[in-house]
């Protein structure tokens, strides 16, 4: 069974803070994919980011980053000089084997405090 | 944008009344899912599709069924609505490149059942 582990339920910050956030996943595939999902308070999911087992690079778009450890079973996202447009619940997902289905964490509320 | 589109977007009903949700894509994509969010629990799989008539099981399946008779509509009917079923309902497709499948979702359903 697959399972992803986002342990923190709510961050809050100031702007221009950098702030991390981090997953966690258990998988018994040999090739999966992770990703991560902005929801804002508008409600709609906006994919951020899709990261290949294969693929240990990290990855860097703008202010965003994300750390992809496959000895830690970790995928980590990091905001740089967050800005209060940041504030969403962020999701990080799984997917692996047939039929591409996802498995989601719960969830971080990241709010962005001006 | 994955042109997704999802019918209707909010509902109210009533205890034991049947109700069906519509998802519609334009992009001829041959994985569609059900997902519903609810808080504490992130997303949660129901039914998917894998194309024309051909659907399996989610984690969360019991009470709800599905149809595909068309590549475009996957439809979610919930036979008999209980009030465990209010929640957020999101379709999905996924979507295919070079470098794997990417999953991206519609606008969301906000079902109550009083």
């Known amino acids: 069974a697959q399972k992803v582990t986002q342990a923190q339920t709510e961050i809050s910050v100031v702007e221009k803070e950098d702030v991390t956030l981090d997953c966690v996943y258990e998988t018994r595939d040999t090739t999966y994919y992770l990703f991560w999902y902005k929801q804002p308070p508008s409600g709609e999911l906006v994919f951020l980011i899709r990261r290949n087992s294969f693929d240990e690079q990290n990855e860097i778009s703008g202010r965003y980053s994300w750390n992809f450890q496959k000895s830690t079973s970790s995928f980590n996202f990091t905001i740089t000089a967050s800005q209060v447009v940041d504030s969403a619940v962020y999701f990080c997902a799984l997917s692996g084997g047939s039929n591409y289905k996802l498995t989601f964490g719960k969830g971080t509320l990241l709010t962005v405090n001006p | 944008d994955a042109g997704i589109t999802q019918s209707p977007r909010h509902k109210v009903t009533e205890t034991g009344t049947p109700v069906t949700l519509r998802c519609h894509q334009t992009e001829n994509h041959r994985y569609m899912y059900w997902y519903r969010q609810d808080p504490g629990h992130g997303l949660r799989l129901i039914h998917y599709s894998y194309g024309v008539k051909d659907t399996d099981k989610g984690e969360v399946s019991d009470g709800y069924s599905v149809s595909r008779s068309k590549t475009e509509d996957f439809l979610l009917t919930l036979e008999s609505a209980t009030s465990s079923q209010t929640s957020v309902y999101f379709c999905?497709?996924?979507?295919?490149?070079?470098?794997?499948?990417?999953?991206?979702f519609g606008p969301g359903t906000r079902l109550l059942v009083l």
């Open positions: 999905a497709i996924s979507e295919s490149n070079l470098v794997g499948e990417t999953q991206y």
